[in-house]
């Protein structure tokens, strides 16, 4: 069964740095997948911040988090790291990771941002910032 397992739950600074991971277990490999990050914070809808094209290596950032927010491989082929920089109070939420198989939806713009086009989700982790 293809899963996704996001962790990195943490309480941090404003200003400070986080690194969040989605794994996907059971012999699964990111391999042809697009992965995307997304958050929702309390009383707000849910906001797409990247997509990343594992394969081919496309990435696209929300101007929320571009220059801030950096997503690249793991050290294995079943997960990918969200390395987040220069936490604002607004970046607080529930992080999701999603992934989907890569198809002709996925065009490298911020239309991969969209939450309907990810079929597999993960259970979500917390990040809070707070002085």
């Known amino acids: 069964q293809f899963r996704l397992v996001e962790s990195g739950e943490d309480l941090v600074q404003p200003g400070g740095s986080l690194r969040l991971s989605c794994e996907v277990p059971?012999?699964?490999?990111?391999?042809?997948?697009?992965i995307g990050w997304f958050r929702q914070a309390p009383g707000k809808e849910r906001e797409g911040i990247i997509s990343f094209n594992y394969s081919h290596g496309t990435k696209v950032y929300a101007d929320s988090v571009k220059g801030r927010f950096t997503v690249s491989k793991g050290d294995a082929r079943n997960s990918v790291y969200l390395q987040m920089n220069s936490l604002k109070p607004e970046d607080a939420g529930v992080y999701y990771c999603?992934?989907?198989?890569?198809?002709?939806?996925?065009?490298?713009?911020?239309?991969?941002?969209?939450?309907?086009?990810?079929?597999?989700w993960g259970q979500g982790t917390q990040v809070s910032v707070s002085s």
């Open positions: 059971g012999g699964f490999t990111f391999d042809y997948y697009v």
């Open positions: 999603a992934a989907n198989r890569n198809n002709d939806y996925f065009h490298g713009g911020p239309e991969s941002l969209r939450a309907s086009l990810y079929e597999y």
